[in-house]
């Protein structure tokens, strides 16, 4: 259960605050609702409460769990199957649908590590900005530290 001010995680949109708890009719039914303003995109989501968990809404990641996150980043041994770019994508799509912070780590990675053998495509490029904002954003507020500090960490690891 969230309350107004807490932030969280809401898969493929990032995060946002809880702005407030409201009763909407919706039908016949009463049903509470959160609001949540997305940081990035300033867009704001009714995620119906009792639905919350079964959408993937989520408190953001602890300390240590942003550390973890870094020792996926730093993995590389990790084998990239040889598939067309399309086919990737989808799979890189459902994983950061998840909203699991480890998964998108693991696109991330994924891209950045397939970013030095061959050019990437438009798609996988722009998905590897989403994952890495996605990623800043939480870790920032995990650690209470600046996002461009994040930004920098990220871009040491895969400077190595």
């Known amino acids: ?6 932030m969280a995680v809401y898969p493929a949109h990032g995060v946002g605050e809880i702005q407030s708890i409201e009763k ?15 940081i990035d995109t300033s867009m ?3 995620i119906p409460t ?12 602890s300390s240590s769990e942003a550390d ?32 699991s912070v ?3 780590a693991g696109v991330l990675r994924d891209l950045y590590l397939l970013k030095e053998d061959k050019d990437l495509s438009f798609g996988e490029r722009k998905m590897l900005d989403t994952a890495k904002n996605l990623l800043m954003k939480e870790i920032a507020l995990a650690n209470k530290v600046q996002e461009d500090q994040v930004a ?3 871009e040491q ?4």
């Open 1 to 6: 259960m969230f309350n107004k001010g807490d």
């Open 24 to 38: 909407r009719i919706v039908g016949d039914f009463e049903q509470a609702f959160y609001i949540m303003k997305i």
């Open 44 to 46: 704001v989501v009714m």
């Open 50 to 61: 009792k639905n919350s968990e079964s959408v993937g809404l989520r408190g953001i990641i």
């Open 68 to 99: 973890r996150v870094f020792d996926i980043l730093k993995d590389r041994d990790v084998k990239i199957a040889a598939q067309p770019w399309n086919q990737r994508y989808r799979q890189y799509m459902e994983k950061i649908k998840t909203g």
């Open 102 to 104: 480890f998964k998108i």
């Open 152 to 154: 920098k960490d990220i």
């Open 157 to 160: 690891i895969f400077q190595n």
